[in-house]
Structure formats: structure tokens, C-alpha cells
């Protein structure tokens, strides 16, 4: 169950970058997280007032408030850095560098006490270089410093932000990502105040503004109740996976190329998952 629900995040976060980067090119980075964010909140209330799933915080580390609180602030750092990263076209560069960001809450989890056995050692470095070569790293020609700036806050931002969300959701998974969301929101309507615009999206955008928040939200949910169904370490790599998906995507609707070493990165990501799964 934990693995389904982890490759099941990957599939969400890949499908919400591939949109998310795309509107990008338009629009700014920051107009596109906030506003996606805020329908994010909105699926989070409709979730805990259809399911009854509302739980009263505290200021306990070791309850849901403060880790949500903080992840949400990391997370949405990531998110604008991400985003403004692949508007530079640098995709090559920005999404290799921070998928890295599983190593945040990997790192965490092991020296927290999680035990691997040799095989899930195993898979799991097959599974992240998998993952890395198949976000298409650029491996010729100059690079700028700038999109390797966003890419590292990208990456410090998430893999701050999962380890954050596996902490609040030992406590409830659901109200550590609805905390993120409403913490996100607040920071938004202080953006689009501060540069007094919402965005200048057009009716048209709305459907796929919505599909990003839903599908991001879902998908941290969902890697979020992953890591309490098992080992902590297996469930944020198998998250990981997100950048076969956005790079399958621009594929199949973009026409972009795939380079040889982006195949070899599906190969090992697959072969690394099913050895996971084996472990």
C-alpha cells in the first residue's frame, strides 16, 4: 500500500510540474504557485469536512501545526524557485538538480534509526539515478548560475518540505497538508497584494490552475499517509519519481526529444522500483 500510494504521488507531482512549468512561460512563477495553492486549500477544507477528519492543532512539535506550518513555507519556496527555473527553458539543469531533494528526508529517515536491508540499499540508489538521468541533465554546453539557484532552493525546499510532511503526519496526514495550504494561501494574498495582481490569468487558465492545486495537494496527501504505512525511507524515493512523468508528458504533448541518457534513466528507475518492491 505505502508503495502504490508513494508512485502514486509521483504520478500527481509529475503531472502538476508539466502544467505548472508550461503556464510559466506566460505567466509569472509566483502567480502560478500562489493562486494553484490556494485551490489546493480548497480541496484540503472539502476533504476534511467530507470526511470529518478535522482534528484541533497544538504547539507541539510532535503534533500536525507546526510541521505543517513550516513545510508549507518551505514547500512553496521550492515551488516558485522550481517553477521560475523551468520558465528559463533550463529544464535540463533545474529538474535534476532538485529531484536531489529526496535526500533531505532520506538522509533523516536513516539516521533517525530506519533499517534497510542490502536489497533496498540497492534499489534505492538504481531508483534515484534513475530519477536523475531521466529528467535529462544537460551534460554539454555553458550553464548559467541562475537556474542553478533556483534549482537549489528548489531542492532544499522540497526535501525540507517532505521531511516536514512525514513529522506532521504521524499526527494526520490530511490536516498537515490542509495547514500547508492555508499557510501558503496567507503568503499568497500577501504576494499578490505586495505586487497588487492577481495574475492576469484569463478564464481559460482557471481549469488548469485548479488541476495543478488539486493535483499537487493530492499528491503531497498522498506521500504523506505513504510514509505511516511503511518504512519513511521507501516511500519519499519512490515519491521521487515525479521527473519520468514530466519528462513522458512534454514527450508525448511537447514534442521534446528524449535523450539516450533520459531512456537509461527510465530503465533504471523502473528496474530500482522493482527491486524496491522485491525488498
Same mark, same amino acid.
Given at each position: 500500500m505505502s508503495a502504490f500510494l508513494a508512485? /502514486?504521488?509521483?504520478?500527481?507531482?509529475?503531472?502538476?510540474?508539466?502544467?505548472?512549468?508550461?503556464?510559466? =512561460?506566460?505567466?509569472?512563477? *509566483?502567480?502560478?504557485?500562489?493562486?494553484s495553492q490556494s485551490f489546493g486549500l480548497l480541496c484540503g477544507v472539502l476533504v476534511i469536512l467530507f470526511s470529518s477528519s478535522w482534528l484541533a492543532p497544538n504547539l507541539s512539535w510532535d503534533g500536525y501545526l507546526i510541521p505543517g506550518v513550516l513545510a508549507g513555507l518551505m514547500g512553496f519556496a521550492g515551488l516558485i524557485a522550481f517553477y521560475a527555473g523551468l520558465a528559463t527553458g533550463r529544464m535540463g539543469v533545474v529538474s535534476?538538480?532538485?529531484?536531489?531533494?529526496?535526500?533531505?528526508?532520506?538522509?533523516?529517515?536513516? /539516521?533517525?534509526?530506519?533499517?534497510?536491508?542490502?536489497?533496498?540499499?540497492?534499489?534505492?540508489?538504481?531508483?534515484?539515478?534513475?530519477?536523475?538521468?531521466?529528467s535529462g541533465p544537460e551534460i554539454r554546453g555553458g550553464v548559467s548560475a541562475k537556474p542553478l539557484i533556483f534549482a537549489t532552493i528548489a531542492a532544499f525546499g522540497f526535501g525540507g518540505a517532505i521531511t516536514l510532511i512525514a513529522k506532521g503526519s504521524q499526527t494526520s496526514a490530511i490536516m498537515t497538508m490542509t495547514t500547508m495550504r492555508c499557510t501558503?494561501?496567507? *503568503?499568497?494574498?500577501?504576494?499578490?497584494?505586495?505586487?497588487?495582481?492577481?495574475?492576469? /490569468?484569463? =478564464? =481559460?487558465d482557471l481549469p488548469i490552475l485548479i488541476i495543478i492545486g488539486a493535483a499537487d495537494f493530492f499528491g503531497n496527501l498522498l506521500l504523506g499517509v505513504a510514509t505511516t504505512k511503511g518504512l519513511v525511507s521507501?516511500?519519499?524515493?519512490?515519491?521521487?519519481?515525479?521527473?519520468?512523468v514530466t519528462a513522458m508528458l512534454a514527450f508525448k504533448f511537447l514534442h521534446e526529444r528524449l535523450h539516450k541518457v533520459q531512456y537509461l534513466g527510465v530503465a533504471l528507475?523502473?528496474?530500482?522500483? *522493482?527491486?524496491l518492491s522485491l525488498g
Amino acid at each position: 500500500m505505502s508503495a502504490f500510494l508513494a508512485l /502514486f504521488s509521483s504520478l500527481l507531482w509529475g503531472g502538476a510540474d508539466f502544467l505548472a512549468g508550461n503556464l510559466t =512561460k506566460k505567466y509569472k512563477a *509566483v502567480a502560478v504557485a500562489a493562486v494553484s495553492q490556494s485551490f489546493g486549500l480548497l480541496c484540503g477544507v472539502l476533504v476534511i469536512l467530507f470526511s470529518s477528519s478535522w482534528l484541533a492543532p497544538n504547539l507541539s512539535w510532535d503534533g500536525y501545526l507546526i510541521p505543517g506550518v513550516l513545510a508549507g513555507l518551505m514547500g512553496f519556496a521550492g515551488l516558485i524557485a522550481f517553477y521560475a527555473g523551468l520558465a528559463t527553458g533550463r529544464m535540463g539543469v533545474v529538474s535534476p538538480i532538485s529531484s536531489l531533494s529526496v535526500l533531505i528526508p532520506l538522509g533523516v529517515a536513516i /539516521f533517525g534509526g530506519e533499517k534497510l536491508t542490502t536489497i533496498q540499499i540497492i534499489g534505492i540508489c538504481i531508483a534515484l539515478l534513475g530519477g536523475f538521468c531521466a529528467s535529462g541533465p544537460e551534460i554539454r554546453g555553458g550553464v548559467s548560475a541562475k537556474p542553478l539557484i533556483f534549482a537549489t532552493i528548489a531542492a532544499f525546499g522540497f526535501g525540507g518540505a517532505i521531511t516536514l510532511i512525514a513529522k506532521g503526519s504521524q499526527t494526520s496526514a490530511i490536516m498537515t497538508m490542509t495547514t500547508m495550504r492555508c499557510t501558503t494561501f496567507i *503568503v499568497a494574498l500577501l504576494l499578490l497584494a505586495r505586487f497588487r495582481t492577481f495574475g492576469g /490569468f484569463s =478564464k =481559460k487558465d482557471l481549469p488548469i490552475l485548479i488541476i495543478i492545486g488539486a493535483a499537487d495537494f493530492f499528491g503531497n496527501l498522498l506521500l504523506g499517509v505513504a510514509t505511516t504505512k511503511g518504512l519513511v525511507s521507501l516511500a519519499v524515493v519512490l515519491g521521487s519519481m515525479f521527473p519520468i512523468v514530466t519528462a513522458m508528458l512534454a514527450f508525448k504533448f511537447l514534442h521534446e526529444r528524449l535523450h539516450k541518457v533520459q531512456y537509461l534513466g527510465v530503465a533504471l528507475a523502473i528496474s530500482g522500483v *522493482v527491486i524496491l518492491s522485491l525488498g
